[in-house]
T-cell receptor, first 112, second 115 residues
């Protein structure tokens, strides 16, 4: 089955620690996205990538970093500079700009 | 800049009653419009999408939405609510292939179904 996988389902971060969230898709989509979801806030775009080896900052990129070395993979690192990382993180992919985005199941990040 | 407003953070209806979830958007260019549904602790699932073809769009699970340009609205309806419809619903807007690269989401409406 084609789809998007995210791992882990739950992730715990200690003070000052960087953590990486995994996102993999087998839909052969060019574009991939990371969103952060907080209660009552909707989804906010962190980073996006329209093509391999290229990515752009979204609305709330501070404290996050990404890479896009393979078409199928778009990992997100939450760095120690992100002071309020507790949230639900959603990865999505699409064929291109403006096209339907398909979402993974999400990773919930909690701070110890 | 695009924006989406969903009226009502919580909507409660009785099982079997009409469901109406409101969405208004602003966009400087003709938009693509989307409705997604999210069940607890899960990702978003596409319900339906408007792409400037028919103004009345039918989606999954009996939902439909009507694009009204004069009202800049894209409200979601279902004639008869079912208990399984209880979830969070998000309206989103995108430029038609240009401009913004991500979707702009509303803050969501939590649909509660009363037995």
């Amino acid at each position: 089955d084609g789809g998007i996988t995210q791992s882990p389902k739950y992730l715990f971060r200690k003070e000052g620690q960087n953590v990486t969230l995994s996102c993999e898709q087998n839909l052969n989509h060019d574009a991939m996205y990371w969103y952060r979801q907080d209660p009552g806030q909707g989804l906010r775009l962190i980073y996006y990538s329209q093509i391999v080896n290229d990515f752009q900052k979204g609305d709330i990129a501070e404290g996050y970093s990404v890479s896009r070395e393979k078409k199928e993979s778009f990992p997100l690192t939450v760095t120690s500079a992100q002071k309020n990382p507790t949230a639900f993180y959603l990865c999505a992919s699409s064929r291109g700009k403006g096209e339907t985005q398909y979402f993974g199941p999400g990773t919930r990040l909690l701070v110890l | 800049a695009q924006s989406v407003t969903q009226l009502g953070s919580h909507v409660s209806v009785s099982e079997g009653a009409l469901v109406l979830l409101r969405c208004n958007y602003s966009s400087s260019v003709p938009p693509y419009l989307f409705w997604y549904v999210q069940y607890p602790n899960q990702g978003l699932q596409l319900l339906l999408k408007y792409t400037s073809a028919a103004t009345l769009v039918k989606g999954i699970n009996g939902f439909e939405a009507e694009f009204k340009k004069s009202e800049t609205s894209f409200h979601l309806t279902k004639p008869s609510a079912h208990m399984s419809d209880a979830a969070e619903y998000f309206c989103a807007v995108s430029d038609q292939g240009g401009g913004a690269d991500g979707l702009t989401f509303g803050k969501g409406t939590h649909l509660i179904i009363q037995p």
